[in-house]
C-alpha cells in the first residue's frame, strides 16, 4: 500500500500530539464546560490549538519545500541530457544538504560511467562494422572478380548460343561487385582510413546526389579538421544518417552540407534539405535514427540541434570540438 507523504505524516502526528495533551490538560484541570468561565478557558484551548497546527504546518511545509525541491530534480534527471544538477534551496538543512551533494556526486558517477559503456559499445561497433567491411571487400569482392574473370574468358571461347548468356551472367556478377563495394563502404568507408573525414565526406555527399538524383553541395572552409579518430567518425555517422533521412523522407529538392570551424577547435557541420520538413518534437516512439545520432554527439562532447517544420525543410547541425577543448555556449 502506498504511504501518504512524509510531510503529511509528520503534520498528522504533530496533530494527534497536541490535540491529545490539551485533551489531557483539559481532563486534569477538570474544565467544567456548563460555567461560562468553563466554556471560555475552551474556547481559548480550541483557538491555542489551531494557532498551534497552523505554525506547525507552515514551518514544517518551508523545512521539507527543499526536500521536494530536490525529489522533483531527481525525477527530471535525464541521463541522456547531462549536467542537470540539484540547486541549494534557501533554508536548506544539513541533512538535506548532504542529501542533495550526494545525489550530485552520484549523477556525476552515473554520467561518467554511462559515456564510458556508450564509447565503448560503440568503439565495439564500429570496429565489428569495419570487420565485415574489409572481409566483404577483401574476399567476397575478389571471388565475385575471380567468377568475373573467368566468365569473361569462357564467353571469349564459348559458343554463340552460350556467349550472350555467359555475358548477362558477368553482367549480374559485376552488379554484384558494385553493390557489395556501396555495402562495405556504408559499414565503414576506407576514404575515412586511407583520406580523413574531409574527402570521405566529399565522396559521400557526391554519391548520394548520384544515387537519389538530389543535387547535393558540400562546402568546407579547411581540409582537415583537428579533431581526433572517435569524434571525426562520429561526424561521418551524423552526417550518414541525416542524408539517409533526406533520401528516405525528405522529398527534398536540394541538399548542402557545410563543415566550418576547421581550423579551430570546435567544428560545426550542417545538413540542410529543402524538402518536407517535420514536427521534431512529435516523433513516434522506436525510431532510433535521431537519437543514435543525439548520442554519438553527446559521447563526442559534443551538441546535435534539429530545426525542422512542415514544409520548411530540415537542418541538422552537429557541433562538436577537439579532445582536451571545452564546448563553446550556443550563442
Ligand atoms: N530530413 C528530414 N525530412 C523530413 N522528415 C524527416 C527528416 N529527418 C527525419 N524525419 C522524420 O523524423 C522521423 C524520425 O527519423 P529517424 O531517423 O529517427 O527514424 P527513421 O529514419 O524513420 O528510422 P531509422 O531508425 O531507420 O533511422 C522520420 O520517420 C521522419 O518522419
Ligand atoms: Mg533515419
Known sequence: MRRSALLSQVL??????????????????????????????FLVLIAAILATLLANNFIMRRRF????????????VDLTLPGVRAQASDGESEDISRLRESFNLMLSRLEHERVGSATAVLRAQEAERARVARDLHDEV?????????????????????????????????????????????????????????????????????????????????????????????????????????????????????????????QLKVTITDDGEGFHPNRLRDGRSGLAGMRERALLAGGRLDIRSAPEEGTTVELTVRARGTRLQAAA
Open 12 to 41: 498528522a502526528v504533530n496533530t494527534l500530539l497536541v490535540v491529545g495533551t490539551v485533551f489531557a490538560a483539559s481532563v486534569a484541570a477538570r474544565l467544567d464546560l456548563g460555567d461560562s468561565a468553563g466554556l471560555r478557558q
Open 65 to 76: 519545500a527543499p526536500l521536494e525541491s530536490l525529489t522533483r530534480t531527481m525525477e527530471a
Open 141 to 265: 569482392n575478389q571471388a565475385l572478380a575471380a567468377v568475373s574473370l573467368r566468365l569473361a574468358a569462357t564467353a571469349e571461347h564459348a559458343p554463340p548460343e552460350f556467349a550472350e548468356e555467359l555475358k548477362e551472367t558477368q553482367r549480374l556478377a559485376n552488379q554484384a561487385m558494385q553493390e557489395l563495394l556501396g555495402l562495405a563502404r556504408e559499414l565503414r568507408p576506407s576514404a575515412l582510413d586511407d583520406h580523413g573525414l574531409m574527402p570521405a565526406l566529399r565522396t559521400q555527399v557526391r554519391l548520394f546526389g548520384e544515387r537519389w538524383g538530389i543535387p547535393a553541395h558540400f562546402a568546407a572552409d579547411g581540409p582537415r579538421p583537428l579533431l581526433g579518430e572517435f569524434e571525426q567518425l562520429v561526424v561521418y555517422r551524423v552526417v550518414q544518417e541525416a542524408l539517409s533521412n533526406i533520401a528516405r523522407h525528405a522529398n527534398a529538392k536540394k541538399v548542402k552540407v557545410t563543415v566550418l570551424g576547421c581550423n579551430t577547435a
